[in-house]
């Protein structure tokens, strides 16, 4: 299975220079956040492939006009082809706008989808912020969250996918880096993830964990 994830930066080469052929074999596209509306819309409907998202930070436009024929995973736990992807967005709060929060309102977040946690774990975590050390910038904006080093060191992912943190603000920051298990990515731009097939799994089912089944 490969998924496509990206953030912050639409990518002109999927974009402006799009041809079908940069999506050859990609199953879905992951958002983590601060990507226009109108590029998502644009790649669920050229790619014909799932496209999921969490919100940045400047994604209050999101509130007016959603990306069309996108699904929101933000505060959700969803089972894509046998793997659980958990989505949360936002990140540490800087001032009085959207998609903010501080330690505190994050770990209640994650409190509410502590009962799909505890059913079947996290394969993928998907988030607009990066965890505490791990990504992260000492200023108030890029700080990241000790919560979601704290999910790390419980559920032990395979992934982590963040954002906010363009790979340009600190160029000698890398894109991966290993933290026990989980392999942490930047997805500034676009970085495609290759996962073995799950067998016995639909090609194109996903499922969210209040038991709702959606066709991709």
Not at 28 to 55: E, K
């Amino acid at each position: 299975m490969k998924l496509l994830v990206i953030s912050d930066e639409a990518d002109p080469g999927l974009w402006d220079y799009f041809s079908r052929d940069k999506l050859a074999g990609v199953d879905a596209i992951i958002s983590c956040g601060d990507l226009p509306a109108d590029y998502l819309s644009f790649l669920v409907t050229m790619g014909n492939i799932p496209v999921f998202y969490v919100h940045g930070n400047h994604d209050s436009s999101y509130d007016k006009k959603p990306p069309e024929g996108c699904d929101c995973i933000d505060g959700a736990v969803v089972d894509f082809k046998g793997y659980h992807i958990l989505g949360l967005g936002g990140c540490s709060r800087y001032n009085a706008g959207q998609h903010q929060y501080t330690e505190r309102e994050m770990r209640r977040r994650i409190i509410k989808v502590g009962a799909a946690l505890r059913h079947g774990g996290v394969d993928i975590l998907v988030t607009h912020a990066p965890a505490q050390g791990l990504g992260d910038i000492d200023d108030v904006c890029h700080r990241g969250f000790a919560c979601f080093r704290e999910l790390l060191d419980k559920y032990r992912p395979l992934y982590h996918c963040y954002g906010h943190v363009h790979l340009q603000y600190v160029p000698t920051q890398p894109r991966l880096r290993q933290y026990g298990d989980t392999t942490v990515v930047n997805a500034s731009g676009k970085y495609l993830i290759e996962l073995p097939d799950r067998p016995g799994e639909p090609k194109k089912w996903w499922r969210r964990w209040d038991g709702i089944l959606h066709h991709g």
